[in-house]
């Protein structure tokens, strides 16, 4: 069970888009902690996708977007490709924990 | 450009140690603070232990917090992690990992390719 609650899955054909939702709680998201997200491809290590919430590393096509709000957070995926076909992680600290926490991870396939 | 190259992975029986390396190149080693994450096959992302840049300040998940020893030794740029009374649990990919400054953000940026490390009777 993690400590933050991502769907298992979500799909969405080529050109659509398609959102990921990561919940958390007031001793995380919820008193103030940002949000990252991680996408991680079939064998490989995961890559840092959104950081702070809402910013894109360079590099990060535009069609990927994160937003916050109150104890949840979301990853938006539009334009979809066939190469975003991947895990999506949302991640945060918790202050009850006093650590790092991950979200259960998103599998998004893309029809 | 950063690298991150994880060794000391394979196979161990239930309650023995095993010690985990991670070699660091392409950057300033002591400047940044240095995590490890692992991933039990077919599963997501859990968040093991943390280490300040200075090394004063260690933090630990609740799954190993007493049987796990993260370390590091500026003077070869290497981070470890010492793990003992390992359970079949404890099975899962070990990633070293940094954290970058992004703004005011602390986000885990690099990532190494992780070692496996199978308990197993």
């Known amino acids: 069970q993690s400590v933050l609650t991502q769907p298992p899955s979500v799909s969405g054909a080529p050109g659509q888009r398609v959102t990921i939702s990561c919940t958390g709680s007031?001793?995380?998201?919820?008193?103030?902690?940002?949000v990252h997200w991680y996408q991680q491809l079939p064998g490989t290590a995961p890559k840092l996708l959104i950081y702070?919430?809402?910013n894109r590393p360079s590099g990060v096509p535009d069609r990927f977007s994160g937003s916050k709000s109150g104890t949840s957070a979301s990853l938006a995926i539009t334009g979809l490709q066939a190469e975003d076909e991947s895990d999506y992680y949302c991640?945060?600290?918790?202050?009850?924990?006093?650590?790092?926490?991950f979200g259960g991870g998103t599998k998004l396939t893309v029809l | 450009q950063v690298q991150l190259v994880e060794s000391g992975g394979g196979v161990v029986q239930p309650g023995r140690s095993l010690r985990l390396s991670c070699a660091a190149s392409?950057?300033?080693?002591?400047?940044?603070?240095l995590h490890w994450v692992r991933q039990a096959p077919g599963k997501g992302l859990e968040w093991v232990t943390f280490?300040?840049?200075?090394?004063?300040?260690?933090q630990y998940a609740d799954s190993v917090k007493g049987r796990f020893t993260i370390s590091r030794d500026d003077s070869k740029n290497a981070l470890y992690l010492q793990m003992n009374s390992l359970t079949t649990e404890d099975t899962a990919a070990y990633y070293c990992?940094?954290?970058?400054?992004?703004?005011?953000?602390?986000?885990?940026?690099?990532w190494g390719q992780g070692t496996l490390v199978t308990v197993s009777s």
């Open positions: 280490i300040s840049y200075d090394g004063k300040r260690q």
């Open positions: 991640q945060s600290y918790d202050s009850s924990l006093d650590g790092w926490v």
């Open positions: 007031s001793s995380n998201i919820g008193a103030g902690y940002d």
């Open positions: 702070g919430n809402t």
């Open positions: 392409g950057f300033i080693f002591s400047d940044y603070a």
């Open positions: 990992v940094r954290e970058t400054k992004h703004d005011n953000y602390w986000p885990l940026e690099y």
